[in-house]
């Protein structure tokens, strides 16, 4: 480990080459939601690299996942020198590295604890670790968002950093909980309007330089909603990653770079980023669905690689086992992650169709219907919902309710697209299920005319003939 006095804050591009298949691994664990494994690899890294701000933020991530805890739900505890962190700041007169390996050891068990993110605050001040020492304070502030003593604290240290616009965000923070906070009142106007003044300067003195570079970051965001090739792709990844490092809290880099990740299909990576877009944006209700639909493409890629897996070599009978147990695990993981968003967004009609099809996907198709049911009224998924519901019907052995909601989804339909395609070929089975064969040809015709080589459906139509 490095000695105290050359220890800094380090980036990705950093990090000894002998930890980084260590961090390689704690990403690629996080998007296989293997958080145990994520934080062992994390845990050896911080060990090794104190200054390895990102590797912290991410096994916080992983903690937190780990541990279930949300924001706002941390135990009420001692905030300062008492409690579990005392005794921590105590060993760090002596040993402040040290100290830091015990304070990460025990946030795995209470990642929000107030008095153990004081501590590797005041640890990490010690060891000339600015960031990170900000970044203690924020996450427990986000644990407790009601205790403005943290929030208090995390705003004076930003103004040591003369970091007025962080530190008037964080004392109108204070004034949302407690209005007749003055203190908090008075520094959140001198903040903002110091803040303006070196915003103010910032322009004034802004050169030529300085806005070539404004004009690049302008075609970078124009790029972003162009296509790109792979190569390209990597390239604006490289300049946008450099641009995160100098800043890790500017909202617009870091939403780009997740959608840059997104074209790339490091689902992982653009996972993470989109994870801290939304963290960045208090709580913007797009991001965290971004988020959350990228977390499940991380997923479903990972399951998808192992079914190649086994079905490159069918005759190994442990993967095909760790195959199922990967299914079958994803199947409840995803469940409970629908239920939690259904929780925290009960109006959302997508999500209750995620929810809807989680349920379908675990056979209970019982629950399913009632969510399905509600998501039905948002005209821009309905016939996908539609679609669902008629499959969750047929599961029961409804065919004549089946039979009307995949009707329903048809009639609102006029182009044939690959939606209706598929509400046709569904509509046909369940037809013949039900032994009404010429409405079931019907529906495999109708797909004929226009698709010959989908799916079955020209042994289907051409043998009807035979018959």
Known sequence: MSEVTDLREITEAELPESLKDHWKNAKSSVEKNNHGYAIKFLQAILKECPGFLNARKLLRQAELTATGATPGSAKKGLFGSGGAGGNFVRQAKKDPLGALVGIEKELEKDPFSESLNDALHEVALKVNLPDTAAFALETSRKGNPTQTKIAHKLAKYYLTRDM???????????VAQDPGDGEAVKMEKDCSAKASMQQNRMSENQSFKDLV????????????????TKEQLQERAAELGAQYEADPNNLAVVKQLANTYEQLEDWNTSYQFYHWAHELSNGDVALRNKANEIKDRAAEQYIKDVKAAAAADPDNEELQAQLKQIEGERIQERLAECRQRVEQNPTDPKMRLDLGQALYDAGEFSDAIPHLQQATRN????T?????LGRTFDAKGMNDLAI?????ANDELMQMDKTKKEILYELGLIYTKAERKEEA??????IYEVDYGYRDVAARVEGSYQG
Do not use: N
């Open 441 to 446: 040809i019907d529906c495999f015709k109708q």
């Open 213 to 228: 570079k404004g004009d690049q970051a302008a075609e970078l965001e124009k790029a972003s909603r162009t296509a790109l």
């Open 384 to 388: 996908k919902v539609l679609l669902l």
């Open 164 to 174: 007025q616009l962080e530190a008037s965000q964080v004392y109108r923070d204070i």
């Open 379 to 382: 005209p821009h998924i309905r």
């Open 404 to 408: 009307k909601q995949l009707k329903d």
